[in-house]
């Protein structure tokens, strides 16, 4: 399984932007799609996730700000980030989790940059 991030960038503070996951290889029917964020030195932390089922979760942080959705045909992972803030800069990663045996494959990465 392959994980390609696109998307980022930078962008001012209040500004929008949209990156994707495209997934593609050997991808099971049922598996869940999130977004991480990692600043150096820092652990990576979940921003948002959506089951196989449509199902979504946000971190506090970014609730009512960001979107996360999929299109299950693509294998295909959006977040629709609004409102930026400086303190969403951080490199976000794509995860894919398999629901049958919890594993998980990652993608390299994509900065993003809020400028104030």
């Known amino acids: 399984v392959q994980l390609v991030e696109s998307g980022g960038g930078l962008v001012q503070a209040g500004g929008s932007k949209r990156l994707s996951c495209a997934a593609s290889?050997?991808?099971?029917?049922?598996?869940?799609m999130a977004w991480y964020r990692q600043v150096p030195g820092k652990q990576r932390d979940l921003v948002a996730a959506?089951?196989?089922?449509?199902?979504?979760n946000y971190a506090d942080s970014v609730k009512g700000r960001f979107t996360i959705s999929r299109d299950n045909p693509k294998n295909t992972v959006y977040l629709q980030m609004n409102s930026l803030k400086p303190e969403d800069t951080a490199v976000y990663y794509c995860?894919?989790?398999?629901?049958?045996?919890?594993?998980?494959?990652w993608g390299q990465g994509t900065q993003v940059t809020v400028s104030s």
């Open positions: 959506i089951t196989s089922g449509g199902t979504t």
């Open positions: 290889g050997s991808i099971f029917r049922t598996h869940d």
């Open positions: 995860k894919l989790t398999y629901v049958s045996n919890g594993l998980g494959y």
